[in-house]
T-cell receptor
Framework: GENVEQHPSTLSVQEGDSAVIKCTYS??????FPWYKQELGKGPQLIID?????GEKKDQRIAVTLNKTAKHFSLHITETQPEDSAVYFC????????????FGQGTILTVHP | NAGVTQTPKFQVLKTGQSMTLQCAQD?????MYWYRQDPGMGLRLIYY???????DKGEVPNGYNVSRLNKREFSLRLESAAPSQTSVYFC???????????FGPGTRLTVT
């Protein structure tokens, strides 16, 4: 099955700085890569996703890049704000695990004012 | 729209007791999922239902059963709870498999 590794486990930045979270996956047939944000006491919320037919996708301050050859994808948050503080999860699915999301271990992002 | 709702929000069980976690969605989605979340391990898929009338095992199905009651509802049953099942349980739904999943608020379960 799919295996997703996520780094770093914690990330601390100053307000206005950029934050980057990286994930690697094992199944070359995976074709859908979502990113979720989870605030304390709440369920994960989709913030951006990318499919394997594109290399990059942007939505305001958030961008995701995908390198299929290296089997890794990254989340980039620019101009961070205190409200970006949360736990972020990457995930992958497709191929033999079609429809079954495999999640990374999560990154605790703290943005200091 | 309420999205995905889960009941109860909190539950404490003794070892060996049984219970059912309820999940409902009002988005007319075909696919529904049950995950558990443990510290440092992300979310792990327990069971999923690609469409009404079908269910399939995920990564950690042992000790659980599911029922896709209708298109809206997907329940998770613990027949004989064990301390290892102490976790936060999330239900999710998507229009079809391999599309974005929407999560409920979770059920925090403690088994003593």
């Amino acid at each position: 099955g799919e295996n997703v590794e996520q780094h770093p486990s914690t990330l601390s930045v100053q307000e206005g700085d950029s934050a980057v979270i990286k994930c690697t996956y094992s199944d070359s047939a995976s074709n859908y890569f979502p990113w979720y944000k989870q605030e304390l006491g709440k369920g994960p919320q989709l913030i951006i996703d990318i499919r394997s037919n594109v290399g990059e996708k942007k939505d305001q301050r958030i961008a995701v890049t995908l390198n299929k050859t290296a089997k890794h994808f990254s989340l980039h948050i620019t101009e961070t704000q205190p409200e970006d503080s949360a736990v972020y999860f990457c995930a992958a699915t497709g191929g033999t695990s079609y429809g079954k999301l495999t999640f990374g271990q999560g990154t605790i992002l703290t943005v200091h004012p | 729209n309420a999205g995905v709702t889960q009941t109860p929000k909190f539950q404490v069980l003794k070892t060996g007791q049984s219970m059912t976690l309820q999940c409902a969605q009002d988005m007319n989605h075909n696919s529904m999922y049950w995950y558990r979340q443990d510290p440092g391990m992300g979310l792990r898929l327990i069971y999923y239902s690609a469409s009404e009338g079908t269910t399939d095992k995920g990564e950690v199905p042992n000790g659980y059963n599911v029922s896709r009651l209708n298109k809206r509802e997907f329940s998770l049953r613990l027949e004989s709870a064990a301390p290892s099942q102490t976790s936060v349980y999330f239900c999710a739904s998507s229009e079809v498999a391999n599309l974005e999943q929407y999560f409920g608020p979770g059920t925090r379960l403690t088994v003593t």
